[in-house]
């Protein structure tokens, strides 16, 4: 006596179906998040703030280079990684701008490097917390 398989493998394909619009969601997400940058690359995080904001630089490993801004109340953070093991977040809530690398594996100097160039207005406040690299203003 001959089992059929046919109703199985139309339950698999449907299930492979459904849960394809959930994997294209979730690699768009990850490929377009606006705050968030990983593996070897630079990113530039724009962010219009009032006078009197703080800006807050949280990088381990790497320079962080301070310049001053081109325009009004525009703070721009350029943040430039060296591997795939770390991440750079960046985020505003009111008058408050944060940067900060985040390790997604153990690293050592090298990989956790990440080049940070920050453009700030004269009229903003600013903390760098950095373990090692040079900060230049």
Do not use: C
């Amino acid at each position: 006596m001959e089992k059929s398989t046919r109703g199985r493998r139309w339950l698999s394909q449907g299930v492979a179906v459904a849960l394809l619009p959930l994997a294209l969601v979730v690699l768009i997400v990850a490929v377009l998040s606006p705050n968030a940058l990983a593996a070897g690359g630079s990113k530039t995080f724009s962010y219009n703030a009032p006078a009197g904001s703080s800006v807050t630089v949280v990088s381990p490993f790497g320079p962080v280079t301070i310049q001053p801004a081109n325009s009004g109340h525009q703070v721009v953070i350029t943040a430039t990684t060296h591997s795939d093991k770390v991440e750079v977040d960046s985020d505003q809530m009111g008058g408050r701008i944060e940067a900060q690398t985040h390790f997604l594996q153990k690293v050592d100097e090298n990989e956790g490097k990440v080049d940070y160039v920050v453009s700030l207005p004269p009229d903003f406040n600013l903390v760098v917390r950095a373990a090692s690299g040079p900060i230049q203003i």
